[in-house]
Each structure stands twice: as structure tokens, then as C-alpha cells.
């Protein structure tokens, strides 16, 4: 069952970009690209390096630019972590704590050897002000792509939304009634 952070598990069909949902401006140019490279800092990593871990700091998105990353669950009650996805060339990583500033949810770790891009939130400010279009572009793209897991998340049947909100109940009767 998917849950709203689950990232991709099946292969791309090219097996050098994410599959098309899951690709961050997927029409971009190599002018755009160039762009909004000029406002990240490249990380270099072998296969089995930590790029992030689960509980660490926010604040940054991660743009994936050659190889292949696994996103890792954190450690469940067996003290086991489980594999949630792979991303590919063309993939972004880190949004929901880019976003929320919150620590991340997932590790993620290089399963080959990987190039990334890490955005800041200054990065994204000094990007938006000097090229607002690409800004915006890149902005909602990010929506884009986090409303597709939300879409996925509810079609598994997974609650996307906390308990508490108004209206928020799983289907089904009230609790203390039955069936």
C-alpha cells in the first residue's frame, strides 16, 4: 500500500530519465537547465553513500542528474529499514522537507554512482528573482510532482490527510458503531 511519500518503483523506459511523471520540467531547455544549475551545488557520490538520512535536517531539494538513488524508510519496529522507490536522471528528492523545513522523512542512498544538484531555499530565492518565469515554472512542477504521489497515495487507500480535519475519517463507520 502506498503511502504519500512513496517514490517510484518500476524501471523507466529510458533508462536515463525518471519515468515522465515522476521528471522535473520535463519540457525544459538546455538553456533553462543551465540556469537553474547555476543556482545549486553539485554533490558527487559512490554507490552505498548517504545522500540524505531519515530525521535529518531540511531545507533542501536534491535534482538528480546522472544515476540511480533508492529512497529508504526509516528503521521500523524490527529496527529494519525497507526500500520505498528508486530515482532515476531527471528525478528531485527532498521536497516535501524543502517545502516544510520539517526533518526529512526518507534516507536516501546512492545505489550507483550518482551526480545531484542541492537547492536551498536562498538558492530558490535568488533564482526566482532573477528569473521569475523559471522560478514559478520550477515551483509548480514541484506541485506537479508531489500531487501525483498525493494521487497515487489516495488511490492505494492510504489517509493523505491528517486525522483531525474536519470531514477526515477513513470510509467506513464512525468509530464506536458498527458495521
Request: hydrophobic letters at 40%.
Amino acid at each position: 500500500m502506498l503511502s504519500f511519500f512513496d517514490y517510484p518503483t518500476s524501471a523507466p523506459q529510458d533508462t536515463d530519465r525518471a519515468p515522465t511523471a515522476e521528471v522535473l520540467l520535463p519540457d525544459a531547455s538546455e538553456a533553462d537547465w543551465t540556469t537553474i544549475l547555476e543556482f545549486t551545488r553539485a554533490r558527487r557520490l559512490g554507490a552505498g553513500q548517504t545522500v540524505l538520512a531519515a530525521d535529518g535536517p531540511g531545507g533542501s531539494l536534491y535534482l538528480v542528474l546522472e544515476g540511480t538513488i533508492e529512497v529508504v524508510a526509516p528503521p521500523g519496529r524490527f529496527g529494519r529499514s525497507r526500500p520505498a522507490g528508486r530515482l532515476e536522471a531527471g528525478a528531485v528528492v527532498g521536497e516535501v522537507s524543502f517545502f516544510d523545513g520539517e526533518p526529512r522523512s526518507m534516507g536516501v542512498r546512492a545505489v550507483t554512482a550518482a551526480a545531484l544538484a542541492e537547492m536551498t531555499h536562498g538558492d530558490f530565492e535568488n533564482l526566482f528573482a532573477a528569473h521569475p518565469d523559471l522560478g514559478r515554472r520550477l515551483l509548480m512542477d514541484l506541485g506537479r510532482i508531489l500531487a501525483g504521489r498525493l494521487r497515487r497515495a489516495e488511490a492505494g487507500g492510504r489517509a493523505a490527510y491528517p486525522s483531525g480535519v474536519p470531514g477526515d475519517r477513513p470510509p467506513g463507520p464512525a468509530p464506536g458503531t458498527r458495521p
